[in-house]
C-alpha cells in the first residue's frame, strides 16, 4: 500500500500536479508599472472608443486573494477566483502572473 501512494506520489510529480501555481513573490514589471509580490499583471483589453478612435484598454496591477493559485489558463478554464480578478468581464487568458481579461 505505502508503494502505491509512493508511485502516485512520483507520476504527480513528474505531471506538475500538485506542485503550486505561479510564485507571486518579488516584483516585475507591468507595462512600465512596477507591481509587487501578491499581484498580477492584469490587462484588460480595449476596443476603440467611437467618440476619437482612441483605444480603451489598459493595464494594472491586482492584487491577489491569499487562497487563490495562479494557474496558466484560458477562459472558463480558470479557476473561479483568476475570473472573479476580471469582473466584470472574463478571463481571456493567463500565463505567468500575466493575467488577459477582455474588455467591456
Do not use: W
Amino acid at each position: 500500500m505505502r508503494f502505491a501512494f509512493l508511485v502516485l506520489g512520483v507520476v504527480l510529480a513528474a505531471l506538475g500536479c500538485g506542485g503550486g501555481g505561479t510564485s507571486l513573490d518579488g516584483s516585475f514589471d507591468c507595462f512600465g508599472l512596477a507591481c509587487t509580490s501578491g499581484e498580477v499583471c492584469l490587462s484588460v483589453a480595449g476596443g476603440i472608443d467611437a467618440g476619437n478612435d482612441t483605444p480603451t484598454g489598459h493595464h494594472e496591477c491586482k492584487a491577489v486573494p491569499r487562497d487563490c493559485e495562479i494557474v496558466d489558463c484560458a477562459g472558463n478554464m480558470c479557476p473561479t477566483c483568476i475570473q472573479k480578478l476580471c469582473e466584470p468581464t472574463y478571463v481571456d487568458r493567463v500565463s505567468g502572473r500575466d493575467v488577459s481579461c477582455y474588455g467591456q
